[in-house]
């Protein structure tokens, strides 16, 4: 067995790894079993579930579980997902929907979920979140889509989402419904995919991330139990979870303008000597890159802070995040010229997947409408 082959199998047995290690094998199985795949998942022609597996089993949709003392690091995640997102948008933006409902389990207190939480961090359960309705709900924006209402033993739930990602038939999701009768009340849930009263449409082609495994999602009288309750109180737990939730979006920022700046260089030794007319150079995107990572990873270190200069700063970062994925894409596509017209050059598809992390719930606009607001 050569060795990156001996390599890649301990690192899916052994996912007691250290963050670092955790952070390296995610890397590599990124360089070398991510990037051949990268033009099927953009184009939807593959959904990863092998892959998404496979990367569990590495460590990465565990390495930001609390701890004993109930603190919680979140510095290994991104940096793991930024190492998918220098290969692949989409697979970036599905590590973040796998690790956000890790998140999701790991800080609820029902007791039920403990194991729920393991079969996730591990791979073994697939999912994501349909929150970006509940988060634009918060912040005045729309009204909550689901509905639900007590009933022996559980809620009965009713409602659509327009788009939920890394789904599929075995596949769960955490969401919120407002309590029928008790307008304000809201709880957080698991969807499981599986009900036959959940059901899954396929969503019109997008520009990008069409293998993400995004559907449309309607809840016809879905039964939902206790023990798939995340919160019944969801408004406090939505307050310990939303630094994580949006915290982990900068690593699909991070990783995107990292190969932005791969994709100046390369193209440096031939367009060098007109690229440099260009108002914006790859050592421009280095510093706000530099300083994108360090400031990410020094509030990744307390996602629970319940400052609220803390949780200004964090949607601060997210609005600069997405602004500078977009201008890095933007000035990659520049510097590459015809070659980066080309849809076989990744430099298109980095522009597309860009687009993505500025609209991607919490939205710039979104994001702007709540610094304005705090
Ligand atoms: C590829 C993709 C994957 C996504 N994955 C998820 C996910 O996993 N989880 C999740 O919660 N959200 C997901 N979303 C939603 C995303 O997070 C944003 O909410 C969405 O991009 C719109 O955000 P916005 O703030 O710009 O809202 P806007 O686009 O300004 O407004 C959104 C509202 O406009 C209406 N609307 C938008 N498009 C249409 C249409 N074609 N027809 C009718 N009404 C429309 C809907 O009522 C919707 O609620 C996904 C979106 C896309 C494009």
Not at 92 to 102: E, K, V
Not at 141 to 165: D, F, M, Q
Not at 239 to 252: C, D, N, P, S, T
Not at 334 to 361: M, P
Request: charged share 20%; net charge neutral.
């Amino acid at each position: 067995m050569n060795r990156v082959a001996a390599s890649r199998l301990s690192v899916v047995e052994d996912s007691d790894l250290p963050p670092a290690s955790i952070a390296d094998a995610v890397a590599s199985i990124a360089r070398n079993e991510l990037a051949p795949l990268a033009a099927d998942i953009d184009s939807g022609a593959l959904y990863p579930a092998d892959l998404l597996r496979r990367l569990g089993g590495a460590g990465a949709w565990g390495s930001h579980r609390p701890d004993s003392r109930g603190a919680a690091d979140l510095r290994c995640a991104i940096a793991s997902i930024a190492a998918l997102g220098e290969v692949c948008g989409a697979t970036a933006f599905m590590a973040w929907c796998q690790n956000t409902l890790a998140w999701y389990a790991m800080n609820s207190s029902n007791p039920a979920l403990a194991g729920f939480a393991d079969d996730v961090a591990s791979g073994k359960i697939l999912g994501g979140t349909g929150l970006s309705n509940p988060m634009k709900s918060f912040f005045g924006i729309e009204k909550l889509k689901l509905k639900g209402g007590r009933t022996e033993g559980g809620y009965i739930v009713r409602g659509a989402l327009p788009w939920v990602s890394n789904l599929g038939r075995d596949h769960f999701f955490g969401t919120i419904f407002e309590v029928e009768d008790r307008p304000g009340e809201i709880v957080m849930f698991l969807a499981d995919c599986s009900d036959p009263s959940i059901t899954l449409q396929p969503c019109k082609p997008f520009l990008a991330m069409d293998g993400t495994g995004t559907y449309g999602v309607q809840f016809r009288d879905a039964f939902v139990p206790d023990g798939l309750i995340l919160a019944e109180a969801a408004a406090p737990y939505v307050k310990k979870i939303r630094a994580g939730f949006v915290l982990l979006q900068a690593g699909m920022a991070i990783g995107l303008i990292r190969d932005c700046i791969a994709i100046m260089n390369e193209v440096e030794g031939s367009l060098g000597h007109v690229n440099r007319y260009l108002p914006q150079q790859p050592a421009d995107f280095q510093g706000l890159l530099s300083d994108l990572e360090s400031h990410t990873m020094t509030l990744a270190r307390d996602p629970y802070n319940a400052d609220d200069g803390y949780w200004r700063a964090v949607v601060d970062l997210r609005l600069q995040a997405g602004d500078a994925a977009v201008a890095a894409a933007h000035a990659a596509m520049l510097h590459c010229g015809a070659r980066g017209y080309l849809k076989s050059h990744r430099a298109q598809r980095r522009l597309r997947e860009a687009y993505f992390v500025a609209i991607v719930t919490p939205a710039t606009k979104q994001l702007r409408k709540m610094l304005h607001d705090v």
